[in-house]
Nanobody, 109 residues
Framework: QVQLVESGGGSVQPGGSLRLSCVAS?????MGWYRQAPGKERELVAT???????NYADSMQDRFTIFRDNIKNTIYLQMNSLKPEDTAVYYC??????WGKGTLVTVSL
């Protein structure tokens, strides 16, 4: 079973940036990021295939960028212009059903 380990979460002020990383213990064709805010359901942020084709949730594409390093079995999520509503636990996913434990992102003054 492939395992995923996220890192890079933390606290940031509105307008700030963070980069999340997710290292997989093996190769996974499609990987992605999801997030779950307090009291809400988990939602898609973005996915990316081994070949680099990225797919974003409609509201994410203008501020978030997903990319990957296949040699390192790592995907990243660059998040810019962060807003308080981006506060959530961000989960790495290896399609179809491999999940990391999550990393908390808090956006506040």
């Amino acid at each position: 079973q492939v395992q995923l380990v996220e890192s890079g979460g933390g606290s940031v002020q509105p307008g700030g940036s963070l980069r999340l990383s997710c290292v997989a213990s093996g190769t996974i064709f499609t990987m992605g990021w999801y997030r779950q805010a307090p009291g809400k359901e988990r939602e898609l942020v973005a996915t990316i295939t081994y070949g680099g084709f990225a797919n974003y949730a409609d509201s994410m594409q203008d501020r978030f960028t997903i990319f990957r390093d296949n040699i390192k079995n790592t995907i990243y999520l660059q998040m810019n212009s962060l807003k308080p509503e981006d506060t959530a636990v961000y989960y790495c996913n290896g399609s179809p059903n491999v999940w990391g434990k999550g990393t908390l992102v808090t956006v506040s003054l």
